[in-house]
C-alpha cells in the first residue's frame, strides 16, 4: 500500500495487462463504463459525482489514464474507454458483481453492505481468485441487483439503465 500526501491509503490492483492501478483509477474507469452514452463518451461533471469527487481531480486522473491508454479524453468533449480501459473496468465490474453474489448468497450480507464491502474488495482480489469465485459460485450470468457479469476477458458488456445506481 501507498500512502498519498493527504494520508490516503491506495491499494493497487494488477490488471490482465500487467498494469498496476490505484483504486482511484479504477473507480473512475468503471465509472466512466457505467455513465458511458450513446456517444461513447462520459461527462465529466458525471463522473465526478459519481465518485464524490472535484472535476478538478476528475481532469487531473483522466489525464493520467489518458497517458496509461485507458480512456480516449480531449478536454470539454468528455471522455471514453480505450480498448484497454474497457477491458480494465469490466474486470473491475466482474470482480465487484462476482463478490456482490458470495456475499450476499453465501454470507448472508444485506445488498448494501455487499456492495460497500464489494467496492473494498474488487481492487484486490487476485485473477485465480476470480476464477476460483466464479466456478464455486456456478459462473452466475447477473449480480443480485439484476446487471450482467461481464465474462472473463470481455471487451464489452450490455449495461442497461439500473447500471447508473447498482454497481
Known sequence: METTEYGIKLTMVKSRESRYLNKTSGDILRAILSL?????????SDIARRN?????????????????GMVDYVAYRGVGLTP????VANELARHHRL?????????????EAAHEEAERLEHVI???FEERLA?????PTHCPHGQPIPESDTVGVQRTAEDETAD
Open 36 to 44: 458511458v452514452g450513446p456517444d461513447g463518451t462520459a461527462s465529466m
Open 52 to 68: 464524490n469527487t472535484s472535476r478538478a481531480f476528475v481532469t487531473k486522473m483522466l489525464k493520467s489514464l489518458s497517458d496509461e
Open 84 to 87: 484497454d480501459g474497457l477491458r
Open 99 to 111: 463478490l456482490e453474489v458470495f456475499l450476499i448468497d453465501t454470507l448472508g450480507f444485506s445488498s
Open 126 to 128: 487476485s485473477e485465480e
Open 135 to 139: 466456478a464455486f459460485l456456478n459462473h
